[in-house]
């Protein structure tokens, strides 16, 4: 079982920078693929980034490529979600989660997510 909690979100002006973190219990951090979801008001939660156990594979959604940034430490046990020239878009509470190794094909989908943190709280202002 891995226990995950996000810090790192706030409120930043458009065009600014945030990392989030994600800490993870457990000592089998490393054979979990892990993902970085958001939720903004009125909207579906949709994957931003997700990265494989081995940090080999990643997956970004369209709107976030060549600005964000998903790593992973798993000597730390942590997940990072750098993001660059943020938009008033980004906005929203972001999630991290966490799955068993699995298919690349399905690294993207938050059903395959078995464990999630409570979420950080990320606005970008005009």
């Known amino acids: 079982q891995v226990h995950v909690v996000e810090s790192g979100g706030r409120s930043v002006q458009a065009g600014g920078s945030l990392r989030l973190s994600c800490a993870a219990s457990?000592?089998?951090?490393?054979?979990?693929?892990m993902g970085w979801f958001r939720q903004a008001p009125g909207k579906e939660r949709e994957v931003v980034a997700a990265?494989?156990?081995?940090?080999?594979?990643?997956h970004y959604v369209d709107s976030v490529k060549g600005r964000f940034t998903i790593s992973r430490d798993n000597a730390k046990n942590t997940v990072y979600l750098q993001m660059n020239s943020l938009k008033p878009e980004d906005t929203g509470v972001y999630y991290c989660a966490a799955r068993p190794l699995g298919a690349l094909t399905t690294i993207a989908e938050s059903a395959e997510y078995r464990y999630w943190g409570q979420g950080t709280q990320v606005t970008v202002s005009s």
């Open positions: 990265i494989s156990w081995s940090a080999g594979n990643t």
């Open positions: 457990g000592r089998t951090f490393s054979i979990y693929d």
